[in-house]
């Protein structure tokens, strides 16, 4: 199968798991082979891509910043600041 082919088979298999999760009673047989059919699928398009980078290549961010409301000191802040006296 071409890639094309493959995605609109990806596409119709999870349009039809997506189906079997929201029906009220869930049929177990139908989701394991739906999501085994799916795994393959997916399979197949790899193999199909292999020098595509799957992964974000974006940098990452500095572990250590957080977002933090501008009253709250920074973790740096936080340990170096001695607590007041009185």
Same mark, same amino acid.
């Given at each position: 199968? @071409? /890639?094309?082919? #493959?995605?609109?088979?990806? &596409?119709?298999?999870?349009? $039809?798991?997506? +189906?079997?999760?929201?029906? =009220?009673?869930?049929? /177990?047989?139908?989701?394991?082979? #739906?999501? @085994? ?5 997916? !399979? $197949?398009? &790899?193999?199909? &891509? ?8 974006? !940098?990452?961010?500095?572990?250590? !910043?957080?977002? $933090?409301?501008?009253?709250? =000191?920074? =973790?740096? +802040?936080? !340990? ?7």
């Amino acid at each position: 199968m @071409n /890639t094309a082919a #493959l995605q609109q088979e990806y &596409a119709r298999l999870r349009a $039809q798991l997506a +189906e079997a999760y929201d029906a =009220p009673v869930w049929q /177990t047989g139908r989701i394991d082979r #739906l999501a @085994n059919a799916l795994a393959a699928v997916e !399979r $197949q398009l &790899a193999a199909q &891509a292999p020098d595509t980078p799957w992964c974000d290549t974006r !940098r990452p961010r500095p572990l250590g !910043r957080t977002r $933090q409301s501008p009253s709250s =000191p920074s =973790p740096r +802040e936080a !340990r170096t600041t001695k607590p007041a006296t009185k």
